[in-house]
């Protein structure tokens, strides 16, 4: 079993910028993917972005393309996701998730089996 914690939300002017990151512990030693999720107040959860175990394949939603990167140092057990150009629209829970076959294509948080509780980022305007 692997646990998650992110960290690194809070509020934020429109048109700045956020870093989040997300730490691994546990059983780790695997190959997986690491995925951002966020959920906003009445909406589904929606897939944000993804990042293979080598850091050379990822995936973003339309709606963060050009404005978001993800990366990770699997030294530190750690994935983040840096967020710019950030918009009140973006306000959201962020979660972030472990996709275990190294799949960055997986966009259903079905294909997720380990979670962390999320972090808030608001995005005021």
């Known amino acids: 079993q692997v646990q998650l914690v992110e960290s690194g939300g809070g509020l934020v002017q429109a048109g700045g910028s956020l870093r989040l990151s997300c730490a691994a512990s546990g059983r780790t030693f695997r190959q997986y993917a690491m995925g951002w999720f966020r959920q906003a107040p009445g909406k589904e959860r929606e897939f944000v972005a993804a990042?293979?175990?080598?850091?050379?394949?990822?995936n973003f939603a339309d709606s963060v393309k050009g404005r978001f990167t993800i990366s990770r140092d699997n030294a530190k057990n750690t994935v983040y996701l840096q967020m710019n150009s950030l918009k009140p629209e973006d306000t959201a829970v962020y979660y972030c998730?472990?996709?275990?076959?190294?799949?960055?294509?997986?966009?259903?948080?079905?294909?997720?089996?380990?979670w962390g509780q999320g972090t808030q980022v608001t995005v005021s305007s």
């Open positions: 990042i293979s175990w080598s850091g050379g394949s990822t």
């Open positions: 998730a472990r996709e275990p076959r190294d799949r960055v294509g997986v966009t259903n948080e079905r294909g997720y089996d380990s």
